[in-house]
T-cell receptor, first 113, second 113 residues
Framework: DAKTTQPPSMDCAEGRAANLPCNHSTISGNEYVYWYRQIHSQGPQYIIHGLKNNETNEMASLIITEDRKSSTLILPHATLRDTAVYYCIVRVISNFGNEKLTFGTGTRLTIIP | KAGVTQTPRYLIKTRGQQVTLSCSPISGHRSVSWYQQTPGQGLQFLFEYFSETQRNKGNFPGRFSGRQFSNSRSEMNVSTLELGDSALYLC????????????FGSGTQLSVL
């Protein structure tokens, strides 16, 4: 199974862009990269996902390298409410149609006022 | 639309007891998944239910079981509780199996004494 590696923690100043890296060097060609975040005392929240093209939505942008071995989640204008643990996940669909999402330890992002 | 609702929010049990946790998915969602979250192991997949049938299962002992009702509400049961079962149990729903986004509830915090 493809594994992901993320830095355990990062700080970012409020109003600046937060760039969260993720390494997934063993990813296969048809496996998607997902990002979720978990704010304290809540369940994880979906942010964005992508296969090989860069993606953008109202929450964030996802930049995937051409070789797909790494990606970066970008929060363009971080606010205090973005303080959370961010999980980078590779989504695997088995031949039997079963999905596997492996949540790693994530990156604890702290937004500094 | 109401989000995923999990009850109870907190639960304290003693070793050897059993416990039942409840999850009400978002209206119209037919797939319900359960996850266990602990500081040491992170988020781990327990099982997924769809149309009242277990469709996918993680690597947990048979003490962990679940079911889904015709209205898509789901329950999970843990029998013969052990100290190591202390965790945040999260439920996630989505419209269909393999739909891209999981919508998580806030979880049930189980403490086993």
């Amino acid at each position: 199974d493809a594994k992901t590696t993320q830095p355990p923690s990062m700080d970012c100043a409020e109003g600046r862009a937060a760039n969260l890296p993720c390494n997934h060097s063993t990813i296969s060609g048809n496996e998607y990269v997902y990002w979720y975040r978990q704010i304290h005392s809540q369940g994880p929240q979906y942010i964005i996902h992508g296969l090989k093209n860069n993606e953008t939505n109202e929450m964030a942008s996802l930049i995937i390298t051409e070789d797909r071995k790494s990606s970066t989640l970008i929060l363009p204008h971080a606010t205090l409410r973005d303080t959370a643990v961010y999980y980078c996940i590779v989504r695997v669909i088995s031949n039997f149609g079963n999905e596997k999402l492996t949540f790693g330890t994530g990156t604890r992002l702290t937004i500094i006022p | 639309k109401a989000g995923v609702t999990q009850t109870p929010r907190y639960l304290i049990k003693t070793r050897g007891q059993q416990v039942t946790l409840s999850c009400s998915p978002i209206s119209g969602h037919r797939s319900v998944s359960w996850y266990q979250q602990t500081p040491g192991q992170g988020l781990q997949f327990l099982f997924e239910y769809f149309s009242e049938t277990q469709r996918n299962k993680g690597n947990f002992p048979g003490r962990f079981s679940g079911r889904q009702f015709s209205n898509s509400r789901s329950e999970m049961n843990v029998s013969t509780l052990e100290l190591g079962d202390s965790a945040l149990y999260l439920c996630a729903s989505r419209p269909d199996r393999l739909n891209e986004k999981l919508f998580f509830g806030s979880g049930t915090q189980l403490s086993v004494l």
